[in-house]
């Protein structure tokens, strides 16, 4: 009764690895209802492994109704005539999982991956292409079903996305495209929830606004909403001053937002706000900057919102906590991972067409921060949706 051998480097865990054997005898026929198993010591012997790695196993195993396990005598095969097989695993890569956003977008996708029968196999490129690559390029050598994935911004194509794209495989991109992938999709609409976020500022009387952000300008969901910051003002009869862009040229992870360290990008929008250009409001590409831009605030001297009004997008879990409560944009996180999730199910099962794209609307969520009378007893916060199509 040999066992698969268990990949220690593998980004399934060893008792997934165990696991996902069991399933596959069993539903094959190798182990006929009422076999025994070996007992966990030979099991870790055999395998190298812990103890407690074939705990987890068999107790998976359990629960799967797959084995039962009888005090004293040992674990069996359970007597089931039609133990289903798993649908095997479906790997999931993004550059961190640090903010409320990502973590909300993971479970959308573990919510629907589980249901049809699929283990989630996560990953973090930490940010890093070749790390990226690395994690794809494994992945795919334990045979995933389909791959749902945050890519890495870069305007290399010899990368290993493009190369699975190229082969047909299940690939579905979340929150961001990648020009050229032809590969589906599901974003928000950042074009309309940046539209919105820009068109309140003027509706409250704001002439002079500022885009800030950080290179690379050309990450999809950052060019969707500078260029709504763009088309609301000019729409408005407005100039629409270039970005001012902070940081080096690479896409950076999410930081603790409640200790961002002092940093040359702070220093920056110190130096900015101090100088003659200073606008009455400025647009924060999302709301790790506008924090950027609260500190900096703080630091000069200046009033949020009576000297200068500030708003971002992402409405992370502390937007709402900051003082001034932060203006800013909602996405639908959870909703984002159902869908690329359902998409990557369809692609599976054999529904292939066109490359498709999925917009889900966003929701503007105003509070003090972008409220240009808040001292004259405007509401400290209200919510208005979007319509954006899907």
């Given at each position: 009764?040999?066992?698969v051998?268990?990949?220690?480097d593998?980004?399934?865990p060893?008792?997934?690895?165990?696991l996902?054997d069991i399933r596959?005898r069993?539903a094959?026929?190798?182990?006929?209802?009422g076999t025994?198993?070996?007992?966990?010591?030979?099991?870790a012997?055999?395998?190298?492994?812990?103890?407690v790695t074939?705990?987890?196993?068999?107790?998976?195993?359990?629960?799967?109704?797959?084995?039962?396990?009888?005090p004293g005598k040992?674990?069996?095969?359970a007597?089931?005539?039609?133990?289903p097989l798993?649908?095997?695993?479906?790997?999931?890569?993004?550059?961190?999982?640090?903010?409320s956003?990502?973590?909300?977008?993971?479970l959308?996708?573990?919510n629907v991956?589980?249901?049809?029968?699929y283990q989630?196999?996560?990953?973090?490129?930490?940010?890093?292409l070749a790390?990226e690559d690395r994690?794809?390029?494994r992945?795919?050598?334990e045979?995933?079903a389909g791959?749902?994935?945050?890519?890495?911004?870069s305007?290399?194509?010899d990368?290993s996305l493009f190369?699975?794209v190229?082969k047909?495989?299940?690939l579905v991109?979340?929150?961001?495209d990648i020009?050229?992938a032809?590969?589906?999709?599901v974003t928000s609409d950042h074009?309309?929830?940046?539209h919105?976020v820009?068109r309140?500022?003027i509706?409250q009387g704001f002439?002079d606004i500022r885009?800030?952000?950080?290179?690379?300008?050309?990450l999809?969901s950052i060019a969707?909403?500078?260029r709504?910051?763009q088309?609301?003002m000019?729409?408005a009869?407005?100039?629409?001053?270039p970005?001012?862009v902070?940081?080096g040229?690479t896409e950076l992870g999410y930081?603790n937002?409640l200790d961002?360290?002092?940093?040359?990008e702070?220093?920056?929008?110190?130096?900015f706000?101090?100088g003659p250009e200073r606008?009455?409001?400025?647009?924060?590409?999302?709301?790790?900057y506008?924090?950027l831009?609260?500190q900096?605030a703080?630091?000069?001297g200046?009033s949020v919102?009576?000297?200068l009004a500030?708003v971002?997008?992402d409405?992370l879990?502390?937007?709402?906590?900051?003082?001034p409560p932060?203006?800013t944009?909602?996405?639908q996180?959870y909703?984002?991972?159902?869908?690329a999730?359902r998409l990557?199910?369809a692609?599976?099962?054999?529904?292939?067409?066109?490359v498709?794209q999925?917009r889900?609307?966003t929701?503007?969520?105003?509070r003090?921060?972008g409220l240009?009378?808040?001292?004259?007893?405007?509401?400290?916060?209200?919510?208005?949706?979007?319509q954006?199509?899907?």
């Amino acid at each position: 009764m040999k066992l698969v051998k268990l990949l220690r480097d593998s980004p399934i865990p060893l008792y997934q690895q165990l696991l996902n054997d069991i399933r596959a005898r069993i539903a094959s026929g190798e182990w006929q209802p009422g076999t025994r198993l070996p007992t966990e010591a030979e099991l870790a012997s055999e395998l190298s492994v812990s103890r407690v790695t074939i705990r987890q196993a068999l107790s998976a195993a359990v629960d799967a109704n797959l084995v039962i396990r009888i005090p004293g005598k040992g674990t069996y095969v359970a007597q089931v005539a039609n133990t289903p097989l798993s649908q095997g695993f479906v790997g999931y890569v993004v550059p961190h999982l640090s903010s409320s956003f990502n973590v909300q977008t993971l479970l959308g996708v573990e919510n629907v991956i589980k249901t049809a029968g699929y283990q989630l196999i996560f990953c973090n490129s930490e940010g890093d292409l070749a790390e990226e690559d690395r994690l794809l390029t494994r992945l795919e050598s334990e045979g995933m079903a389909g791959y749902v994935m945050q890519p890495i911004y870069s305007e290399n194509k010899d990368r290993s996305l493009f190369r699975l794209v190229a082969k047909g495989s299940p690939l579905v991109l979340i929150d961001r495209d990648i020009p050229g992938a032809q590969a589906d999709v599901v974003t928000s609409d950042h074009f309309e929830g940046g539209h919105a976020v820009v068109r309140h500022l003027i509706d409250q009387g704001f002439t002079d606004i500022r885009y800030l952000a950080r290179q690379p300008l050309d990450l999809t969901s950052i060019a969707e909403r500078y260029r709504a910051y763009q088309a609301a003002m000019l729409k408005a009869g407005l100039k629409a001053p270039p970005a001012f862009v902070v940081g080096g040229p690479t896409e950076l992870g999410y930081r603790n937002s409640l200790d961002i360290p002092e940093s040359s990008e702070l220093d920056s929008i110190v130096k900015f706000l101090q100088g003659p250009e200073r606008p009455q409001a400025i647009v924060a590409m999302n709301d790790l900057y506008a924090l950027l831009v609260l500190q900096a605030a703080e630091q000069v001297g200046l009033s949020v919102p009576e000297d200068l009004a500030v708003v971002g997008f992402d409405d992370l879990d502390f937007a709402a906590t900051l003082n001034p409560p932060l203006t800013t944009v909602a996405q639908q996180a959870y909703q984002l991972g159902m869908e690329a999730a359902r998409l990557l199910l369809a692609w599976i099962d054999g529904e292939r067409g066109p490359v498709r794209q999925i917009r889900l609307p966003t929701r503007l969520v105003v509070r003090e921060s972008g409220l240009r009378f808040a001292e004259q007893g405007q509401p400290r916060e209200a919510v208005m949706r979007l319509q954006s199509s899907s």
